[in-house]
């Protein structure tokens, strides 16, 4: 045992080569960029060799560190598989899950109480993130994402595919019901999202498709998550752009009004993604079962 390195240095050297750069290692780490600094130079010092090549404010790891990582990173893996699979039995059966704010907030947790019913013994925890890079895959059993089913080392399940409308509470669907598509776009208000890597389909993207000759888009309010912009809708503030799979619940219950029936559809959509072993789990299969299955109207209240 005398030989290991420091271990902290160990993990954050680890994050550094699994996510290609400091800055990624330190959000995951949840530490500022200098401590991964520090931690891998104290690695390099114990080691005796250099692990990363400095070139200005760019980092590239040496032959010698990429051959040390494929060494260590099976084991560094076995040791958090055994170190969950410990603290599971010690506090009894237990689900960590990860996801959007308003995923959360508009399809997942009423389906949660399904999986709750299934496994009263069972402790579920829901954390959330607006951006991926803030949702760590490596302290959660499972995490809902949104993307193109490619996540590097995981396993993933299609849960809704891409499949978008606009939609507005009936007050202001009432308002718009004759209206045409170019008038909707037109009058609004259109309730945006802040998405500047323009991974979800917005309002642009709806007005290229289904309303080209439109001139310019309403007035309206830009939000942070998808969450805030149902939420924004179910107001009466204006027509936001709902997927259908998360707003099923409450377009059949008569709060929201889907304003155009040929939606926006691309290969993308929420996933479930998680590794392996988490995946092929009895504790999977049971999640799958509990959100795959609708919510009555008096469970969703």
């Known amino acids: 045992m005398r030989g290991l390195p420091p271990l902290k240095a160990l993990r954050a050297f680890e994050a550094c080569i699994r996510l290609g750069t400091f800055t990624a290692a330190a959000r995951e780490l949840n530490v500022g960029q200098p401590a991964i600094s520090h931690q891998i130079q104290t690695l390099e010092n114990d080691l005796g060799l250099t692990l990363f090549e400095r070139n200005g404010g760019v980092t590239k790891p040496t032959a010698e560190a990429l051959a040390y990582h494929a060494r260590i990173a099976s084991a560094l893996t076995d040791i958090a598989m055994a170190t969950r699979s410990l603290r599971e039995r010690a506090k009894g059966p237990s689900l960590t899950l990860g996801t959007y704010p308003g995923l959360a907030m508009f399809w997942l947790m009423p389906k949660l109480a399904n999986l709750r019913s299934s496994d009263s013994e069972l402790s579920v925890r829901v ?18 994402l ?10 993933a399940r299609m849960l809704i595919p891409e499949v978008v409308v606009p939609v507005a509470a009936p007050s202001v669907a009432t308002k718009l019901a004759f209206l045409s598509r170019e008038d909707i776009f037109a009058q609004g208000p259109l309730i945006h999202l802040d998405d500047p890597e323009r991974r979800w389909f917005n309002w642009d ?13 309403a007035n309206g309010i830009e939000v942070s998550n998808h969450g805030i912009a149902i939420h924004e809708a179910l107001m009466g503030h204006g027509v936001a752009l709902g997927w259908r ?3 099923d619940d409450l377009v059949s219950n008569g709060l929201l009004v889907e304003l155009d029936q040929e939606p926006l559809i691309s290969e993308r959509g929420y996933y479930l993604v998680a590794p392996e072993d988490f995946i092929n789990s009895r504790l999977a299969a049971e999640l799958l079962t509990a959100i795959s299955a609708r919510v009555s109207p008096t469970s969703a209240q």
Not at 205 to 217: E, F, T
Request: glycine letters at 12%; aromatic letters at 6%.
């Open 245 to 247: 799979g998360v707003i």
């Open 146 to 155: 949104f993307g193109d089913g490619r996540w590097n080392g995981m396993e």
């Open 127 to 144: 954390v959330t993130a607006e951006r991926d890079e803030h949702i760590s895959l490596d302290s959660v059993d499972c995490a809902i």
């Open 205 to 217: 993207d709806w007005k290229l498709r289904r309303a080209p000759k439109a001139s310019r888009g």
